[in-house]
């Protein structure tokens, strides 16, 4: 991996500070194995044994045994397909070192204390802005599309912080932010780009998994000695997570399903004491 950041510090006040990174990263020879689509357009390169086909259409319930009595020849004749197009039956990948990744951004954070005669106040806010993520792709021997904004890369990532904390009370609310993705990903995902949603009923809206939000709040009290006693509430105001149809497959009228969709608002209290 070749790296570099460049990154600054701005001490407005003694009690307030700005932060912003620039990162930069390169990693090559990465483990992985090429995709299906990849080792198919390159068939007539591979080695033998990479790409398996059988000539054979006598155990392909697809093309042969019709439920409507036709002759195997009248099925493959119906679908276009010749004795020649032998039918798949497996794809063998190993893993190699032939991936590369690219990807740069900004952090960003901003941290400040307000005291006041009713207790002290604090803001913390880190973001992260993702200007580019590319992947390098075999077929095209060089990177595919900028996937920063595209399905589980946003291009903003920003948690915000707002803190209180008077005698032994300390309380805090987080606000997570994650931007709209395309539900598309690279150049060769033609399932989720703008035609693909079409054919699979979905409007240009629902063709994105659209802003993420979610507030969290959290007390601890430290009043008696070594002890600290905290509850935390995650998720405060039970939002749904934005609905995400790729993760579900395609569209079939029931709301895509995931742990936090499924859990809603959450609670935990934790108790600490220290013997020493």
Known sequence: TKSFTLGTVLQVTSRWSAAFDYWNSHRKNE??????????????????????RNPS???????????????????????????????????????????????????????????????????????????SYRVFSPTLNGFGDNQAGRYTYPKFVVNTTV???????????RYVFNSSTALKQDFDDTTWDTAGCASNGLSASECRVHTYHRVDYNVTYTGVKNLTVGLFIGNLFQRRPPVDYRAFGVPSGVIPSSTEDAQGRTGKIVLSYKFL
């Open 163 to 173: 803190s209180y904390n008077v005698g032994n009370f300390d309380q805090s609310l």
């Open 31 to 52: 483990i992985g194995t090429k995709s299906v689509q990849d080792l198919l357009v390159a068939e007539s390169s591979q080695a033998p044994g990479v790409v398996n």
């Open 57 to 131: 259409f006598a155990n392909d319930p697809t093309f042969s045994h019709d439920p409507n009595g036709l002759s195997d020849a009248q099925v493959r004749a119906k679908y276009g397909v010749a004795d020649g197009d032998y039918y798949l039956t497996s794809i063998d990948g190993s893993f190699q070192n032939l991936f590369q990744t690219k990807t740069d951004g900004v952090d960003i954070g901003v941290k400040g204390a307000i005291p006041t005669a009713f207790g002290d106040f604090a803001l913390d806010i880190d973001g992260t802005y993702t200007h």
